[in-house]
């Protein structure tokens, strides 16, 4: 069985709400992970990073209040400092975040997505 589709959605964020619209404009019922409030676990971000071919802080929102008040901007912190603060305060993660055929793709813009369908 393949896993289904599944997007870390912000309902709040227009680039998050066009990457959900593109997905059932395709058919795609995706399952739909509000990150905020449920956050991937350490070994998920883990693996959505590897999915991505992406560092963790290609996957922060650097500009978030939390970002330098966490003191995250430095280069002296370990992978899993910077996984574990994303999953503490889910605030700092890009998004939205779609998982589909064994692939991961950041919706900014949301027609990123189209090239992991």
């Known amino acids: 069985m393949t896993e289904p589709t599944r997007i870390f959605h912000n309902p709040r ?5 066009r990457a959900l619209e593109l ?4 058919g795609i019922e995706p399952e739909i992970i509000r990150y ?3 956050p991937p676990t350490e070994q998920e971000l883990s693996e ?21 008040e966490l003191g995250l ?5 370990r992978r899993e400092q910077l996984i574990a603060a994303m999953v503490a305060t889910p605030k700092l993660i890009e998004r ?3 998982l589909a055929n064994g692939k991961a793709a950041v919706g900014r813009p949301p ?5 992991i369908l």
């Open 73 to 77: 901007d430095n280069p002296a912190l």
């Open 23 to 26: 997905l059932t404009e395709r």
């Open 36 to 38: 905020l409030e449920t």
């Open 13 to 17: 964020c227009s680039k998050s709400r």
């Open 96 to 98: 939205p975040i779609v």
């Open 48 to 68: 959505i990073l590897d999915a991505l071919g992406r560092q963790p802080r290609e996957l922060m929102r650097t500009g978030e209040t939390e970002y330098k």
């Open 111 to 115: 027609e990123n997505i189209l090239t």
